[in-house]
């Protein structure tokens, strides 16, 4: 069964960058779409990027200019990283599978706080 | 971008049929999805563009719609089925998600 896991650092600073990692197995990130969702409190879902199975990429415009996702697929693992990070970002992030325009498959989530 | 417009809550009793709406501002073809999200975990996928139940979904779940007005029906309600539904529109860029329907057991 495909299994996603989200990990990185639960505070980032202010104007800093965010990184985190999607490790995913029972699954080949060779294959298909994977994503990045945030959800900040009070229920707001955005989408953030994906990266293909080729490598290509696309992210959501007001995010473009702050935003990078790559991938190691030796690991199987793919990566986001937010620059300059404000309390607006402080949100649950998750990673997922994009299959056919949905997301079939989700990590458990990691919240970050954006915080000094 | 799409909005997609939702009730914010509704309320059933276990046994009755719900069914959860979700506008959106332009047409976005079938590929609209809907998710379950229980308190402390991710979203679960329930349907796929429009009308296809995701695997392990009880049939109790089904899609309806296209265009720009789609419904999530539960059918019948079950306790279990408290949770926020979200749907996710995938024809125009960018995705975008509805706000939520948080539904609750009388």
């Known amino acids: 069964e495909v299994q996603l896991q989200e990990s990185g650092p639960g505070l980032v600073k202010p104007s800093q960058s965010l990184s985190l990692t999607c490790s995913v197995t029972?699954?080949?990130?060779?294959?298909?779409?994977w994503g990045w969702i945030r959800k900040f409190l009070g229920n707001k879902m955005e989408w953030m990027g994906y990266?293909?199975?080729?490598?290509?990429?696309s992210y959501n415009p007001p995010l473009k200019s702050r935003i990078s996702i790559t991938r190691d697929t030796s690991k199987n693992q793919f990566f986001l990283q937010l620059n300059s990070v404000t309390t607006e970002d402080t949100a649950t992030y998750y990673c997922?599978?994009?299959?056919?325009?949905?997301?079939?498959?989700w990590g458990p989530g990691t919240m970050v706080t954006v915080s000094s | 971008d799409t909005v997609l417009t939702q009730s914010p809550a509704l309320a059933v009793s276990p046994g009755e049929r719900v069914s959860i709406s979700c506008r959106a501002s332009?047409?976005?073809?079938?590929?609209m999805h809907w998710y379950q999200q229980k308190p402390g975990q991710q979203p679960k996928l329930l349907i796929y563009?429009?009308?296809n139940l995701a695997s392990g979904v009880p049939a109790r779940f089904s899609g309806s719609g296209s265009g720009t007005d789609f419904t999530l029906t539960i059918d019948p309600v079950e306790a279990d089925d408290t949770a926020t539904y979200f749907c996710q529109q995938s024809w125009n860029d960018p995705n975008t998600f509805g706000a939520g329907t948080k539904l609750e057991l009388k």
């Open positions: 029972g699954y080949s990130i060779t294959y298909n779409y």
């Open positions: 997922a599978r994009y299959t056919y325009w949905y997301f079939d498959f």
């Open positions: 563009k429009a009308s």
């Open positions: 332009e047409g976005v073809n079938s590929y």
């Open positions: 990266i293909s199975h080729s490598g290509s990429t």
